[in-house]
């Protein structure tokens, strides 16, 4: 079971970037998928999510309304849409997944990880 995380690069402040995470090994229709970032010296937090469930998405408040969050379960595939990035969104991103028919959990318990994409924001 592997997960990869891709679309990561150097961005001006206010650009976009669309990251992705493409899932192997099973189908990861049954599985919330998250995206997490850690900064330098930072603990690693939660920024995204959405259930397998019911498509519902959840999200930390600071990316609220600049971020998007989504999957193709067709192509297991997770999808992150960062729009007007800041500074502060420089991190390296992570995506993540729960095991089959789990509940959402925002803390950093899931079952499966990516390698993470850096992502870096000039002022």
């Known amino acids: 079971v592997q997960l990869q995380a891709s679309g990561g690069g150097l961005v001006q402040a206010g650009g976009s970037l669309r990251l992705s995470c493409a899932a192997s090994?099973?189908?990861?229709?049954?599985?919330?998928m998250y995206w997490f970032r850690q900064a330098p010296g930072k603990e690693r937090e939660f920024v995204a999510a959405?259930?397998?469930?019911?498509?519902?998405?959840y999200y930390q408040g600071s990316v609220k309304g600049r971020f998007t969050i989504s999957r193709d379960n067709a192509r297991n595939m997770g999808y992150l849409q960062m729009n007007s990035l800041k500074p502060e969104d420089t991190a390296v991103y992570y995506c993540?997944?729960?095991?089959?028919?789990?509940?959402?959990?925002?803390?950093?318990?899931?079952?499966?990880w990516g390698q993470g994409t850096q992502v870096t924001v000039s002022s």
């Open positions: 993540a997944a729960d095991r089959s028919f789990v509940a959402l959990r925002i803390t950093l318990s899931q079952d499966y």
């Open positions: 090994g099973r189908t990861f229709s049954n599985s919330n």
């Open positions: 959405i259930t397998w469930s019911s498509g519902n998405t």
